[in-house]
């Protein structure tokens, strides 16, 4: 279907009809009892959009009361146990390096502890004095500090990540991942369902909006034994003697799984590529151990490069760079993941050489397919005789900075490749992560979607959107899209269509909200636009982007008084939105305060006078 033609369609009415969503070929697990939870089978099934699968959790510390080893090794010493600390737990190389401070393209950078927590602060400064400070308080940290810790503070129901990181493979403090000295989200950076789901426990999160956290935030800070043995209540009413008849363990050891679903366990965090998308009906927050990828995700990858001898050195590609090696590829799937890293506990430094050689020794015994490089050809490598540093070395992450990783192709010969950033995408594996047609082709008409700069490319979107549109009208992520790439298209009454239809299943639903608020500034409408961009001010409180669309509302309603205000809330959010700022010096002009719209006039020349001698100096790493 065209999308004149869907434009037809959604004047007349889109049908009710659904189409199924089946990854296919989901089986029960065989071995010895342990088996998938009831609710993994239901990957062939079109699930309900208000299936969390929440239920059955009953946290680590119930675990811990009969595998006591396991969860200190785990907890003491795997990175995973270690996902998410508290300000006054961190390590003490980091206390040690407090308070700090640093400055980079004109913007002074600093950390302190204070009364027991930790406070992050931007300011810039020029001869005449301090120009703006800004602050805010650390609620906790991601990451086990292994690479390092970056900091999440928590405002109005939502989560921020702190423009400043902990490097602990070079001991410093810098930018966070992503931020450009000259350009960056500052303290506005929001923290996602699919990033917090990853990096983090069970957060305690809202069951009507995304995005949204309660407070406290988690229900279990770091990842747990759950995260990859699946809920444990009916395992231990089992186990107990507690349970009826009719109850059975649904605990999952992955080990006893196929591979592609025992592998999965370990990708549902470790494989990203290029992106991926939800499946119909699923969160951030679905896949249970015994679950395909698949059949929560479409993975979008790198199509391989014939050029090449390797894949990308992303901060988090070990997935891919490991299925491009000769061994998994030789393996016949006996090669995944916990072939060499133990789940339950990471080597000590003095065990790590041992520990893994003998991982590679487990394949490669001498005289059956052994190093065939002399011992004293290997040993001018690597004194220690170590496999990992001829065929798995460290290279530079390329997105996140002082931060190195090992590589993962097992080559025979290292060769480092860069990272071009232009490959086509293609879907990952569908040989053990089998997908149905029309999954692959929402995912990449969504995908599109968001990557689309061209009314062309929003167009050829809109067109491979279209036929769910119609057959799917509870799809909502597609709707939600579809409306938004209608409203670039110039199609405003059926972007309205769609993202009313998308309210009226999910009356908070942001990117919807969004679509309204903007359809109507755009037709006119700003009494109108007004109600929508404040509901999503009550969702998200913080929200630059909303600020700057009510101020522009409020000027177009000539309500100037107001706008004036609104203008202050933006740049209290953002000092160096120089929009917000020459808007606001004319919103005052208009009301006859013309000392303080001198005075920001005055204060956004030494903003621009630091910024321009900032990016004359600034020389990129």
Not at 34 to 45: C, E, H, I, N, Q
Request: charged share 25%; net charge negative; aromatic share 6%.
């Amino acid at each position: 279907m065209s999308w004149a033609a869907l434009c037809v369609c959604l004047v007349l009415g889109c049908s009710d009809a659904s189409r199924t969503d089946s990854a296919g070929g989901a089986g029960s697990t065989d071995g010895d009892g342990v088996g998938r939870p009831t609710a993994a089978l239901r990957s062939d099934t079109v699930w309900p959009p208000d299936d969390r699968r929440d239920h059955d959790y009953t946290g680590s510390q119930q675990c811990a009361e009969c595998h006591a080893g396991i969860d200190r090794d785990y907890f003491g010493t795997h990175p995973m146990g270690q996902s998410v600390k508290m300000p006054d737990n961190l390590h003490e190389v980091v206390h040690q390096s407090l308070p700090t401070s640093f400055e980079t393209a004109g913007r002074r950078y600093s950390a302190e502890e204070l009364d027991g927590g930790l406070i992050q602060a931007e300011s810039m400064n020029d001869q005449e004095g301090e120009i703006y400070r800004q602050t805010c308080a650390i609620d906790f940290a991601i990451g086990s500090g292994q690479r390092g810790y970056t900091f999440v503070t928590q405002r109005g129901g939502c989560l921020y990540q702190a423009p400043l990181t902990w490097y602990s493979q070079k001991s410093r403090w810098d930018l966070s991942p992503g931020y450009d000295p000259l350009d960056h989200p500052r303290f506005g950076r929001q923290i996602s369902d699919g990033c917090i789901a990853c990096h983090a426990g069970r957060p305690d999160r809202s069951e009507t909006a995304s995005n949204q956290f309660r407070t406290p935030v988690f229900l279990e800070a770091t990842i747990g034994c759950e995260r990859c043995h699946g809920p444990g209540q009916q395992h231990i009413a089992v186990r107990s003697g507690e349970a009826g008849a009719n109850v059975s363990d649904t605990i999952v050891n992955p080990s006893k799984l196929d591979p592609a679903r025992r592998d999965s366990v370990c990708y549902q965090c470790h494989l990203h590529g290029r992106g991926r998308i939800l499946r119909k009906h699923r969160t951030e927050y679905d896949f249970r151990p015994g679950d395909r990828l698949s059949d929560i995700w479409v993975t979008f990858v790198d199509a391989p490069d014939e050029g090449s001898s390797g894949g990308s050195f992303k901060a988090v590609s070990q997935v891919e760079q490991m299925i491009a090696s000769r061994c998994y590829q030789n393996s016949e799937g006996r090669l995944g993941c916990i072939s060499c890293h133990d789940p339950h506990r990471s080597p000590m430094p003095a065990e790590r050489l041992a520990f893994y050689r003998q991982k590679c020794l487990n394949c490669h015994q001498d005289g059956n397919a052994g190093c065939s490089v002399p011992m004293t050809e290997r040993r001018q490598t690597s004194a220690e005789d170590s496999c990992i540093k001829c065929h798995m070395p460290a290279a530079a992450a390329s997105d996140v900075p002082h931060t190195a990783q090992t590589d993962h192709r097992v080559l025979r010969t290292y060769t480092a490749d860069a990272v071009s950033g232009n490959a086509a995408l293609e879907v990952f594996d569908q040989t053990s992560q089998p997908l149905p047609q029309d999954a692959v082709q929402r995912a990449f008409g969504l995908k599109l979607a968001q990557m689309a700069v061209t009314r062309k490319q929003a167009a050829d979107a809109m067109n491979m959107l279209a036929p769910f549109i119609q057959e799917s009208p509870d799809d909502l992520a597609v709707l939600s899209e579809a409306a938004w790439l209608l409203f670039r298209l110039g199609d405003l009454p059926a972007a309205r269509r769609l993202a009313l239809q998308v309210l009226d299943r999910s009356p908070e639903h942001t990117a919807a909200l969004e679509t309204l608020a903007v359809a109507a500034q755009t037709a006119g409408d700003h009494e109108t636009a007004l109600q929508y961009i404040d509901q999503l001010l009550s969702r998200e409180p913080f929200n630059l982007t909303f600020h700057q669309r009510r101020a522009e509302t409020l000027l177009s309603l000539g309500r100037m008084k107001e706008a004036s205000d609104q203008l202050y809330d933006t740049l209290a959010i953002d000092p160096l939105q120089h929009p917000a700022r020459q808007s606001l010096i004319r919103s005052l002009s208009a009301i006859g305060l013309t000392q303080e719209a001198d005075a920001q006039t005055r204060l956004l020349e030494r903003i621009q006078a630091v910024q321009k001698q900032a990016a004359s100096e600034h020389v990129p790493e």
